[in-house]
């Protein structure tokens, strides 16, 4: 049996208990909201951990890439939402996983864009199904919702070049910058009036609308009402990670991500521990240094995962880490993380910190440790 | 053939001649300075740029994990040094390599790291080879060049654990923080003197001290003189960035490695366009956002690799970036790069973007594009 004690360093682990617990926490929130759920795959991107999110009740699955569509595709899964707008030049991969029974849907948020999916679709004779995608906060790509002439004159492409209208999706990532459950639920009925509004004026307009689809971890995680949705997506509260605890999402011991690395030296009048986690383990992700809590570039834990008053991943260079204190120097950090002793490390950002990694080591609560497999690229 | 316009995007494009350009003129200038030159594939982490560097007349290769030493060693490399000290865990893989003919060097700074590879050296009755690792800019690992007892204490380990005693390393890593020549040239000469002086201690204290091992991008271009030094290292070189480019060791013309993108929607009122780079395939490397210019998540080029003047990607999501003016708004923004349209995205570290890929697309002179393989993990 394979165990923590015969991992190299550094590794990205997994705790299979805290990974449920957060897959069970989401799926039952959103049942009993009474929407359907559709998890974001990119934040893992390993099929044990998306067949766990099916197998407690998730319907379909969102990619980020066509890639994931690929893969997951090829792992025996047909629904599938590709969430971000579609580049003309990928409707070519599109239509061939559609053709090989892939229920791939595909985004947009132009007449331009839409212009192309209809002359490319009318090309090869297929209806691709597309949603709308809204903009409810400003954040990035999507139609306001209450700028009808985008919104009616991306439909009217659609609908009159024959491809299928699907429904709306937003996402509110500008929940990522909440720090409040006020603040959050007041984005997550903003993502959930705006989308709905939305569909509403289609369907006003004579247009099919079946699906209303929004979602972010924080927001659904704080709405207190879905009416009018019908599905809801999020992707990072699989593993969660700092940026989601600062969020106010999460506790630390909810978050089921962690690397482990081994110390390597020390810098004594510095109080530095040296480890071999740098920046290639945990990323460039310092998505906490703009929060309410700096964590550096991680939390220090001990090797069994519990959190060390204090001590933060303060630097990092390419495959080296700095272990010290948050403030002041530990005059005897040579004593307490000797080298040879192993650290985990909480990272900012589950999704940055994951796809530094081929492998996740999945450990079970009897302590059995499994290698997940992981892909990246496009 | 495949050209620029079969490619998927985000892709990472290597532009072959400026990457043979970068190489040369490193070569030639150690060649000048009577050094040999052991670059640091890091970088790259694929065959056929290391190639490049060793028929351009490198001597050996510098790695940053042991994947790396396996990879190459693989490929046929034989003298590789392993550049971060070492961990006890990891001397049986060290073990393993030497004793298929690997020529693998290590490094320690510390007794408590001495002793463990004493220990275990004597256990296998194996001597490695072990480099002393000095700190010569208080950036990272290293013992001080003036810390006599612990230069001392870690050689005199080793020697009476009847290991072989290598050389000295350093790595200037402050060279990154400069921004004149004046202060580059600095930094390069207290990495020269300091290490050197480290070895004549070890030799006045009868050790041996074959190799004075020094190095960084900046302080390998900025040097006058490396008297006492036997080898230079670097490793960004190969591509450069435009974290270099603020140093001021290079010209934005210079730099070898960009992400190939495609618009794929606007916020025209923002003045955005929206492409398919996030940062997943840009990294969230922001090194320029502490020097004299910051360049956002990279600078803006057409599809051939021409910058556009006054334009960043001044966003990332992780599947979405944003380019846009970066000061102002641009009204015509969806006339200017519209859906589809290509552009190249020049990075800020190319450490960090290499590695968010899977392969590379080099592109030749003639127009054509081979996929270079580059592996990643530990």
Redo the contacts between chains.
């Keep these: 049996m394979t165990t923590l004690q015969h991992l190299?360093?550094?590794?990205a682990l997994i705790d299979i208990d805290k990974m449920r617990h957060n897959i069970a926490r989401m799926q039952q929130r959103i049942d009993s909201l009474g929407a359907s759920f559709r998890p974001h795959v990119?934040t893992s991107k390993s099929l044990p951990v998306v067949q766990a999110q099916l197998e407690a009740g998730a319907r379909g699955i969102t990619v980020?890439?066509l890639k994931e569509a690929e893969e997951f595709f090829e792992a025996g899964i047909q629904d599938i939402l590709y969430a971000?707008?579609?580049?003309?030049?990928?409707l070519d991969?599109v239509l061939q996983l559609r053709r090989r029974g892939c229920d791939l849907k595909i985004i947009?948020?132009?007449e331009?864009?839409a212009r192309?999916i209809v002359a490319y679709g009318q090309a090869k004779a297929h209806a691709f199904e597309v949603w709308i995608e809204i903009?409810v906060d400003?954040h990035?790509?999507g139609i306001t919702p209450d700028d009808d002439d985008a919104l009616i004159g991306v439909a009217s492409v659609l609908h009159e070049g024959a491809m299928s209208i699907g429904g709306v999706i937003a996402h509110a990532?500008s929940s990522y910058d909440c720090a409040t459950p006020q603040a959050l639920l007041a984005v997550a009925e903003q993502e959930r009036s705006g989308t709905v509004a939305a569909a509403e004026r289609l369907r006003a307009a004579g247009y099919s609308c079946p699906v209303v689809s929004i979602g972010s971890t924080p927001t659904a995680l704080a709405a207190e009402s879905l009416a009018g949705v019908t599905e809801v997506r999020a992707g990072v509260y699989v593993f969660f990670d700092l940026v989601m605890h600062n969020v106010g999402v999460c506790r630390p011991d909810e978050l089921a991500l962690s690397v482990l690395t081994?110390?390597?030296?020390?810098?004594k009048t510095?109080g530095w521990a040296?480890v071999?986690a740098g920046?290639?383990?945990m990323?460039?992700?310092?998505g906490s240094a703009r929060q309410q809590r700096d964590f550096g570039y991680g939390l220090v834990c001990d090797e069994f995962g519990k959190p060390i008053d204090g001590y933060l991943m303060s630097g990092a260079?390419?495959?080296?880490g700095?272990v010290s204190l948050a403030c002041g120097v530990d005059p005897d950090i040579?004593q307490r993380f000797?080298?040879?002793s192993r650290l985990r490390l909480l990272p900012n950002?589950a999704?940055?910190t994951a796809?530094?990694?081929?492998?996740y080591q999945a450990i079970e609560s009897d302590g059995s440790v499994h290698a997940w497999p992981r892909f990246?690229?496009?």
């Design positions: 190299n360093t550094p590794c990119k980020s890439t971000v707008c579609i580049s003309p030049a990928k991969a947009t948020d132009s331009a864009a192309e903009d400003g990035r790509s990532g081994t110390v390597i030296g020390h810098q510095k040296i071999d920046w290639m383990a990323s460039r992700d310092r260079n390419q495959e080296h700095i040579e000797p080298v040879g950002h999704c940055a796809a530094q990694h081929p492998q990246y690229g496009w």
